[in-house]
């Protein structure tokens, strides 16, 4: 009863797509490897990389006002205690950013040299 039944909803789905393809006067369906296939995934590609720069970048510009906090005059005890708990989570949160740009520079065609961690933080 369960396999007619998805097999009844696929039809329909099935049917649905066809209508829309009729509609919209698609000539041809994409296949892994046609041309529009491939700009579509470079286009994806760069703004997954456009997205993790730009993440990053938010992570270390957050990074450097906490640093900043913690050298201002005034910093009490507490704060300064709150502060380098922030920084040790930011610095957790740009990891994780560094390992998401590596992945999505490496995806790009011709792929962008990987980050280390370590190098970004020593650049601030």
Known sequence: MARARSLET??????????????????????????????????????????????????????????????QAGTGYKLWKHIGKALKSRS?????AVKKYNYAAAMLKPPRPPLDVQTVLDHV
């Open 10 to 71: 696929l039809l329909t789905l099935q049917e649905a797509v066809q209508d829309l393809e009729s509609k919209l006067e698609i000539g041809e369906r994409w296949e892994k490897g046609s041309p529009a296939w491939l700009a579509t995934q470079a286009m994806i590609d760069s703004r997954a990389y456009c997205r993790a720069i730009n993440k990053l970048e938010g992570l270390v510009v957050g990074w450097l006002f906490e640093l900043g906090k913690v050298h």
């Open 92 to 96: 957790e949160a740009i990891r994780n």
